[in-house]
């Protein structure tokens, strides 16, 4: 199968969402044919030693945030590669900049288009882009936000909800269309062979792992580390979203005299399990999270978990695996929760983890594959319309020839039916408003980033006039 991934972020940033999308190409590239569309320094094709393809657009980054050129050349040049490689599915991990991009090429074209939401639609401004920029929208960002992603939501062949709360939101949203559930996935096997942490001594460890932001809520677990013991240090995790909130936590650290609190920056990822087989307890006090990629990391490497209540937190942990909190527990009650738990009998703490590891067998990536596939070519079998598109009816004649025994006149069909010329398609309709939001996203994405190459250009100015 064909299969086009998109994310809006470059390897290695925007997070949970931005880690799954890379590592989805990555893995359903072992086993099928992949391209994944993402930021790049300049536009076009990049194939990579394993056989991946990667098509880069053009884009400038401020932190954690890439903003394309999505320039008419830069466009024809990404749709000329799609018309060429002919995907079956386009699959996508943020409606934004080129998931807009992806999913009107894939209307035009007839070719089923997936979104995997990680974000509450209703709270979509709340995850922290429009602070990286530092864009003051605050009064008109959510009502656009919500006509924005409904117009989204409705262009979708079918849309991937993480869990439960996530499918029941995007209904409360007002999206009617065809929908599923399928988790986040996991290579499990890089975490559940590391060591458990012995309860010998007084020692405790509690680590936190995601950017330093509001949502995060760091601030939150520096108060309850007034109230345990200083034999217990916390390690805090992460770049911050912004400056102003990491200054925050620091000067509240030093305001607090908490000589055990560590700042430990940006842990790359391949790092994280042997942090996490260091760590007693993972701390979450988020106050929103769809599904935590480090959640269930922890989990997976028998790290019991301690947080307050929010979408993951509710769905994976219980007290076999650690401990669930109301949203509005004090400090000191965390406190209370944590030294209760991590003072618990060394083969009852050592069962928690093992629990652990078990509550998450179901999201190895594997698997998490395996359903994305049969969803795929669900969504295919329901796309016929009145005029199959050029990927079905290749779908359907992949299927008719593997039937055939393997003997040498198969490879004659095989070879005569890759000759055979597929007409084009006439465009499929496009809605007035997906065009104007389509060109609104281009003309805007192209402004910002004129803007802050701008900016960059003029921050470096007096290096090189000194230089």
């Known amino acids: 199968m064909k299969i086009v991934v998109v994310s809006i972020f470059r390897r290695n940033y925007g997070g949970g969402e931005g880690r ?21 320094e300049d536009t076009g094709l990049h194939i990579r030693e394993d056989g991946l393809n990667v098509f880069t657009m053009q884009s400038a980054n401020r932190e954690h945030v890439s903003l394309p050129l999505l320039s008419q050349v830069h466009l024809r040049e990404l749709y000329s590669y799609l018309d060429a ?5 386009i699959h996508a991990h943020d409606p934004a900049l080129l998931g807009v991009v992806l999913q009107v090429w894939a209307r035009i074209h007839r070719v089923p288009f997936v979104y995997t939401t990680h974000v509450l639609p209703s709270r979509a401004t709340e995850f922290g882009t429009t ?4 864009l003051d929208l605050a009064f008109l960002a959510k009502p656009l936000a919500n006509r924005f992603l409904l117009n989204f939501y409705e262009n979708c062949d079918a849309v991937i909800a993480l869990n439960q709360p996530a499918f029941e939101e995007v209904r409360r949203f007002g999206y009617t269309g065809p929908m599923s559930i399928i988790p986040n996935g996991r290579l499990l096997s890089h975490y559940d062979s590391r060591a458990i942490p012995s309860l010998e001594g007084n020692q405790r460890t509690l680590t936190v792992i995601s950017s330093l932001s509001a949502r995060k809520n760091q601030l939150y677990l520096l108060n309850v580390m007034q109230h345990l013991p200083a034999s ?20 509240k650290t030093h ?38 990629l480090v959640v269930i990391e922890a989990l997976a490497s028998g790290t019991p978990v301690i947080g307050l209540s929010n979408e993951t937190i509710d769905e994976l942990v219980d007290d076999r695996v650690g401990a669930r909190l109301p949203k509005d527990a004090t400090p000191e009650t965390f406190a209370t929760e944590l030294t209760v738990f991590l003072n618990k009998p060394a083969e009852a703490y050592r069962q928690s983890c093992l629990d652990a590891r ?12 395996q359903r994305t596939i049969a969803l795929y ?14 990927s079905l009816r290749r779908h359907y004649a992949n299927r008719i020839l593997s039937l055939i025994p393997d003997h040498e006149w198969k490879r004659l069909v095989l070879d005569l039916a890759s000759n055979i010329p597929v007409p084009s398609l006439p465009d499929h309709p496009v809605s007035i408003q997906t065009r104007m939001i389509s060109r609104f996203t281009n003309t805007g994405s192209s402004m910002l980033y004129a803007a802050i190459k701008a900016d960059q250009a003029l921050r470096t100015l007096p290096r090189r006039l000194i230089a």
């Open 85 to 89: 490689f002919q995907p079956d599915v």
């Open 255 to 292: 305001t607090l005299g908490l000589q055990n609190v560590r700042f430990l920056g940006e842990v790359p990822h391949e790092h994280i399990a042997e942090l996490l087989e260091e760590t007693h307890a993972l701390v979450s006090a988020s106050t929103m999270e769809v599904q935590s």
């Open 232 to 251: 217990y240090v916390l390690n805090i995790a992460g770049s911050p979203l912004t400056s102003e909130y990491e200054t925050l936590l620091r000067e």
């Open 377 to 390: 070519q669900d969504v295919l079998a329901e796309n016929t319309g009145d005029m199959p598109s050029r």
């Open 358 to 369: 078990r509550a998450v067998k179901h999201l190895d990536w594997h698997k998490v594959m």
């Open 20 to 40: 799954v999308a890379h590592e989805m190409a990555d893995i359903f590239n072992q086993h099928h044919n992949v391209t994944l569309v993402c930021p790049g």
């Open 131 to 134: 602070d990286v920029l530092r």
